[in-house]
């Protein structure tokens, strides 16, 4: 007898044919290139714009407003040398420092006391211009300054660049 022997066939894995039938419009093309190209150039205009606004602004108050600003400093911090940097770091950038020197006790925070105006706006200026500090309102028609500053422990954590700030005479 014979047997019926099957052999099968390996099974074949299917061919995957990929055809791209890429077609290039050429206006399509310059039409995206055209707008991205705006695009970019308007980002550009606008960024640069607004550096040029800002680099303004920044000359405008060191010439105009910083000088109007008349400063005592008073070293509360505990660093030896801080308010002479202070001193001249500040005159360096137009504001009218009359007096600098050390108080008594220490202080944790930097503190920027307005002694002319209830509105704070030359205390705001400043502020800004350090990078921190406690604004407060305590007037005093004896003092011939505008802003009181209290240098705190905190300063070099509000104004880093000043830890290395040495004038030579």
Partial sequence: MKKNIRIEKKKERPKFKIK?????????????????????????????????????????????????????IYNASGYDGLARKLNWYLRDNGFDVVYYGNAIDTILKTIIVDRIDSSLRYAKILREFLGGGIVKYEPDPDKLTTITILIGKDFYKILPKIKNYDKIF
Avoid: H, W
């Avoid at 000088?67 to 005592?72: T, V």
């Fill in 20 to 72: 791209l039938n890429i077609k290039f419009d050429i206006r399509k093309l310059l039409t995206i290139f055209g707008v991205v190209l705006i695009i970019s150039i308007s980002a550009i205009f606008i960024v640069s714009t607004i550096f040029s606004f800002s680099k303004r602004r920044d000359e405008y108050m060191k010439k105009k407003i910083y000088p109007q600003i008349k400063i005592e």
